[in-house]
């Protein structure tokens, strides 16, 4: 268990609609990355937040946001869904605000089916 | 724009036996990632290599980063079934803060 929690597991939603993916970081980091992994495209970088702050973004759509709170679980919103946005999303979380200067420990991803 | 090459794409081993994963990329970058996912599984951090050079270990797995030569090796030394899993290399782009990955190494340890 990596101390990173992430819900919902599981989300099968309809084309056009909206989803909010939640991701609780291990007690104590304050950097939290989500990361989207499909067939299709394979694992993507989309975003970094640090201690509430944008720290680093990827290929992230515009159609996606997310944004980290003050007790630092960060939410990735997801509109407009399409078909192509099938995907797991992983979060992750570390201690560091540089990407990737220390472990990152992953959370169990949400599986997002889109129809 | 940053590319990332990983191969190869599929490795059969049998137990015992030792071999390298390469990972080449594009662009200048400062920091390179190794990790591991078994089937159905999240990912697991191995290595952050951040310079020129560098070499980590741990147990069977040996990472190393040559900047110049833009490439990166995992090397496995004699591998077990418990090494099974699709081994994924990332970098960070130098220029902004963007991590492309590599498609993956599916490597099968056959006893």
């Known amino acids: 268990d990596s101390g990173v929690t992430q819900t919902p597991k599981h989300l099968i939603t309809a084309t056009g609609q909206r989803v909010t993916l939640r991701c609780s970081p291990r007690?104590?980091?304050?950097?939290v990355y989500w990361y989207q992994q499909s067939l299709d495209q394979g694992l993507q970088f989309l975003i970094q937040?640090?201690?509430?702050?944008?720290?680093a973004k990827g290929n992230i759509l515009e159609r996606f946001s997310a944004q980290q709170f003050p007790d630092l679980h960060s939410e990735l919103n997801l509109s407009s869904l399409e078909l192509g946005d099938s995907a797991l999303y992983f979060c992750a979380s570390s201690g560091s605000d540089r990407l990737g200067a220390d472990t990152q420990y992953f959370g169990p991803g949400t599986r997002l089916t889109v129809l | 724009e940053l590319k990332v090459e990983q191969n190869p794409l599929f490795l059969s081993m049998q137990e015992g036996k030792n071999y390298t994963i390469y990972c080449n990329y594009s662009?200048?970058?400062?920091?390179l990632y190794w990790y591991r996912q078994d089937p159905g599984k999240s990912l697991e951090s191995l290595f952050v290599?951040?310079?020129?050079?560098a070499v980590k270990q741990e147990g069977r797995l040996m990472a190393s980063l040559d900047t110049k030569a833009r490439l990166s090796t995992l090397h496995i030394t004699a591998a077990v079934h418990d090494l099974s899993a699709t081994y994924f290399c990332a970098v960070r782009s130098y220029n902004n803060n963007d991590m492309r990955f590599g498609a993956g190494t599916r490597l099968t340890v056959k006893p």
């Open positions: 007690s104590g980091d304050l950097s």
């Open positions: 290599l951040l310079s020129n050079g």
């Open positions: 937040y640090y201690n509430g702050e944008e720290r």
């Open positions: 662009t200048t970058s400062d920091r």
